[in-house]
């Protein structure tokens, strides 16, 4: 079983993927054709978004108690870049009895999505989805097109529909440059049209910093190194040399976007906690609230700031693989890598993550205290933590290689969808040029034949 996992990354490694997409935007909108016994509750729930978060978008809505059979609610939801691919967000869907691929996504989701990218994003056989169980169902979404019209940045997932009137209040030229080849008299297919926010206004373009010249972005790459370099000076002297206090070691503000050859990461902020809070949080690090132990440190269960947060506290000599980790974290987010919120390094070095609820593989493959995980499950949990892999193998500029991947380094969520977690033998580097890496601290896991010459 272990060696099919690896060989499932291994493959997943293999399939290199060109990145479509950069970065996602906070909103877009579902347009959903209302059926016969469907009401804003059940939508509501379809989508994971309140009553109260829906209205605002839907002022043809007169009633929320009553909505009529063939009109359409407007959904705002998150579109994200999916794995460097392409502009979506994936729902989680409970499957009923008697549910195929089609139902799914021709009734539950309103043509939203098709049958066949459903099956795609599932590990289900088509004839044998079980009832009661948690699936992925992907829809795509558009953030805008400078190329086209920068007015615009705010755009609806829109089914079409045989014999559908279509008055969007639109020029018809500006549709079809939004979505060249689309037939709209053919009623089917979907389409993205520019759409107005809760205030009733369309929204213009947010440009990113992702079309930003190669001389900036070389500057902004050599500015990185020196502040890495720089960073790790601070380390040295505060922790080895005088063992005080440091306060700012990254700026809480940064964002900056990078890109090369399609393919990009974003630098966002992340939290400075200080040691009293952490403390605090944990009951002074004590042994209840002990929930792991590492090679470069222990690790803790604590609550902070109404998050479920799991603290990695680490000794002053593991401040290379802190560092490591912190430089991969803050840079590069994928729904397959667990999330950094933030660190310390008053009295130790502290690395505070989004807890993760079900643990890691090791314990599920090897515990006998807990169920043996499903086929299909363990399937899943290895292809997430491919995908997750891949993102940092093939799509982020520079190239981050993981170096030790083990099932005790795969984290398992609530859903039983894998990320990957523990960076600190991470090696940066850029193919075809020199590489620069983290001391060798702790075992190596699984490593690809093809990454071993960095």
């Excluded at 950069?22 to 978004?49: E, P, R």
């Excluded at 407007?74 to 009923?96: I, K």
Aim: proline share 4%.
């Amino acid at each position: 079983m272990i060696r099919l996992f690896h060989a499932l990354l291994f493959l997943s490694l293999k399939l290199k993927a060109e990145a479509n997409c950069k970065t996602g935007c906070d909103l877009a909108l579902a347009s959903y054709n209302v059926w016969a016994g469907v009401n804003l509750t059940y939508i509501s729930n379809l989508f994971s978004k309140s009553i109260t978060e829906i209205l605002p978008y839907n002022p043809h809505v007169p009633n929320q108690d009553s909505i009529l059979t063939d009109t359409r609610i407007n959904v705002p939801f998150s579109c994200d870049c999916l794995n460097g691919d392409f502009l979506g967000h994936t729902f989680t869907y409970n499957t009923q009895p008697g549910d195929t691929y089609n139902k799914i996504a021709t009734i539950a989701f309103a043509n939203l999505t098709t049958e066949d990218w459903v099956h795609r994003v599932n590990i289900y056989d088509p004839t044998r989805i079980p009832d009661h169980a948690s699936i992925n169902v992907t829809v795509n979404c558009s953030c805008g097109d400078k190329r086209v019209s920068k007015n615009y940045g705010l755009f609806t997932t829109y089914p079409l529909r045989p014999g559908e009137n279509l008055s969007f209040g639109l020029p018809a030229d500006l549709l079809q440059r939004y979505n060249p080849g689309m037939n709209f008299s053919a009623g089917t297919g979907i389409i993205y049209v520019p759409a107005k926010d809760s205030t009733g206004n369309y929204p213009p373009l947010k440009i990113s910093a992702a079309g930003i010249s190669s001389r900036v972005i070389a500057g902004i790459s050599i500015a990185g190194v020196a502040g890495a370099l720089l960073f790790a000076s601070f380390i040295y002297f505060r922790f080895y040399k005088k063992n005080k206090v440091h306060k700012s070691l990254l700026s809480e503000t940064t964002e900056h976007h990078y890109s090369q050859h399609g393919r990009g990461i974003t630098v966002d902020k992340s939290v400075e906690f200080s040691y009293e809070e952490l403390a605090k949080a944990t009951h002074d690090f004590s042994m209840a609230n002990k929930i792991g132990q590492g090679g470069f440190g222990s690790v803790y269960y604590a609550e902070l700031r109404g998050e479920k947060a799991a603290i990695k506290k680490m000794d002053m000599q593991a401040s290379k693989e802190f560092l490591a980790e912190l430089k991969v974290l803050t840079h590069v987010h994928h729904l397959n890598l667990v999330r950094l919120i933030g660190y310390c390094v008053e009295s130790s070095l502290f690395l505070v993550y989004e807890f993760i609820e079900n643990g890691n593989l090791s314990q599920h493959l090897r515990g006998s205290e807990r169920d043996p995980l499903p086929w299909v499950t363990r399937v899943q949990i290895a292809l997430d933590s491919a995908r997750g892999l891949e993102y940092i193998h093939e799509h982020t500029v520079p190239v981050y290689i993981h170096r030790d991947v083990k099932s005790a380094n795969i984290l398992i969520d609530k859903n039983f969808r894998g990320k990957v977690a523990d960076f600190g033998l991470t090696k940066l580097t850029e193919y075809g040029s020199a590489s620069v890496h983290t001391r060798l601290v702790g075992t190596f896991g699984y490593m690809p034949p093809d990454l071993r010459m960095f």
